[in-house]
Nanobody, 126 residues
């Protein structure tokens, strides 16, 4: 059984920063590409970023490119999402996710991911 846990959400002012973390139990996160997605109230879950299992490849949604940065520390078995220059449109529940097979490529499609965390709320005030 795989459990993903996000942390680091909270309230930020516009222009501020937050860093989200994603950790796993039941699997070594270092063997998996990790995706971050977000879901605003009343809207579909949308892709934010992913990082390959090796950390050598990253990919971002256009809406966050240049402001968000995804990284991983495989010694700590944790993936991070650094979010800078936040604006109210970034308000959402943020989820991390992995695919079933180790060493799979990352994907921007939520349907390609098999395991999801419970999410962490990010609220950005203007």
């Amino acid at each position: 059984q795989v459990t993903l846990v996000e942390s680091g959400g909270g309230l930020a002012q516009a222009g501020g920063s937050l860093r989200l973390s994603c950790a796993a139990s039941g699997r070594a996160l270092s063997n998996y590409a990790v995706g971050w997605f977000r879901q605003a109230q009343g809207k579909e879950r949308r892709f934010v970023a992913f990082i390959s299992w090796s950390g050598s490849d990253t990919y971002y949604a256009d809406s966050v490119k240049g402001r968000f940065s995804i990284s991983r520390d495989n010694y700590k078995d944790t993936v991070y999402l650094q979010m800078n220059s936040l604006n109210p449109a970034d308000t959402a529940i943020y989820y991390c996710a992995i695919r079933k097979r180790a060493y799979s490529d990352g994907s921007s499609s939520a349907g390609d991911y098999d395991y999801w965390g419970q999410g962490t709320q990010v609220t950005v005030s203007s």
